[in-house]
């Protein structure tokens, strides 16, 4: 049962790992490289409220890598994710038109999916799925993160003593 929630956690983990800091970078880089640039009307990210929104859900789909990486939950949940951002790598490796054809980038869809599809392959393009993938990855090769927790209740039970009310 611990592995079939980590498995719905990994699904979970990784959609919101492809949209959200998809969706999130567009908005993020919007207004650090308009205030890199150094233009007359560069955006203070400190003042525009999308920079901001964009930052807040990196942070939060950190925050969830985190908790995923260092939680006690079946490696499942870190698997599934990993094996997507590097096989996607890998595929923009291998060839890179087929890779970013693979982000939803139709104008057809909702402007919000096709924000999160633009800054999935930028991210995709930048290596930081990579670098995402092998993080996640590392759990899974620790054993005792596939053993199951045991509660050592038992190791208190004396053969000789008994209690009048007996054991529960």
């Not at 800091?21 to 990210?45: E, K």
């Not at 400190?46 to 930052?55: P, Q, S, W």
């Amino acid at each position: 049962m611990r592995h079939f929630l980590g498995l719905l956690l990994g699904v979970v983990v990784t959609a919101v790992l492809l949209a959200g800091t998809g969706w999130a970078s567009q908005d993020a880089a919007r207004g650090m490289a308009s205030a890199a640039a150094g233009a007359a009307n560069a955006v203070d990210p400190v003042r525009d409220t999308k920079a901001l929104v964009g930052l807040g859900a990196m942070l939060v789909a950190g925050l969830l890598l985190g908790l995923v990486l260092a939680g006690r939950v079946s490696p499942l949940a870190t698997f599934v994710p990993s094996m997507a951002l590097l096989a996607w790598t890998v595929i923009y490796a291998l060839d890179v038109n087929r890779a970013l054809s693979l982000a939803p980038t139709d104008p057809a869809l909702d402007p919000l999916i096709v924000q999160a599809g633009k800054g999935m392959q930028d991210l995709l393009a930048r290596g930081v799925y990579a670098l995402a993938g092998i993080a996640l990855f590392i759990p899974v090769l620790m054993p005792s993160r596939w053993a199951s927790r045991r509660d050592d209740l038992d190791d208190d039970y004396e053969e000789g003593v008994e209690s009048p009310q007996g054991y529960y």
